[in-house]
């Protein structure tokens, strides 16, 4: 059973730029959480997913910032217009179901917004 | 004030010591996790507590609802175990974390 996968593993895009970062789940998981680490600082919140649904959006940034979780495929974060603040590690997590169940952690995708 | 606070921030210590690090959390939670990141950056999930004790292996996480505080133990610490430890305590439907403890396990 393979693990929670992201790719790419780094990504470099110039200011104005859109960023894709993909994620899929552990298999049987239909819940996704994206996570955001900018440097030196700890681990942010961003978005709960379950399939098809945005459950909690609470921590995105409301401007260029998106998240999807289709029926078929991976979760996507999509960033628009990609500024260097946006620079940082972008984590998702998955679950098998809401609740208090452990989530399982990709290895991450490291953008660098030159 | 953190809703999450994690204590000691960095934490240097000598091979086979028992090593303590504290979360305290001042939101209601459904579930308290604690979490391993390596210095590559990737982040394994060490425990999942909502009440009580955990163990596994050398490790053991403990949880007290009521004073709203936790502890990671690390019996006979090991420079394997170097790395960053986080606590990070599950809502709803969020997640808050700590800043976490930067460990440093000496040979």
């Known amino acids: 059973n393979a693990g929670v996968m992201q790719n790419p593993r780094h990504l470099v895009r110039r200011r104005g730029q859109e960023a894709r970062l993909r994620c899929s789940p552990m298999?049987?998981?239909?819940?996704v959480y994206w996570y955001r680490q900018l440097p030196e600082e700890g681990l942010k919140f961003m978005v709960y997913?379950?399939?098809?649904?945005?459950?909690?959006e609470s921590g995105m940034p409301k401007e260029r910032f998106s998240a999807e979780f289709p029926k078929e495929g991976p979760s996507i974060l999509r960033i628009q217009q990609v500024v260097r603040g946006d620079s940082a590690a972008y984590f998702c997590?998955?679950?098998?179901?809401?609740?208090?169940?452990?989530?399982?952690f990709g290895p991450g995708t490291r953008l660098t917004v030159t | 004030k953190n809703e999450v606070e994690q204590s000691p921030q960095n934490l240097t210590a000598q091979e086979g010591e028992f090593i303590t690090i504290n979360c305290s959390y001042s939101?209601?939670?459904?579930?308290l996790h604690w979490l391993q990141q390596h210095p590559g950056g990737g982040i394994v999930s060490l425990f999942m507590l909502s009440s009580g004790k955990k163990k596994h292996g050398r490790l053991i996480a403990t949880i007290n609802i009521q004073e709203k505080h936790s502890s990671l133990h690390i019996t006979a610490s090991h420079p394997r175990d170097s790395a960053v430890y986080i606590c990070?305590?599950?809502?709803?439907?969020?997640?808050?974390f700590g800043a976490g403890t930067r460990l440093t396990v000496k040979p």
């Open positions: 997590a998955s679950s098998p179901e809401w609740g208090p169940y452990e989530q399982y």
């Open positions: 298999k049987g998981h239909s819940h």
């Open positions: 997913l379950q399939k098809e649904n945005i459950i909690d």
């Open positions: 939101v209601g939670i459904s579930a």
């Open positions: 990070a305590v599950k809502g709803r439907d969020d997640m808050r």
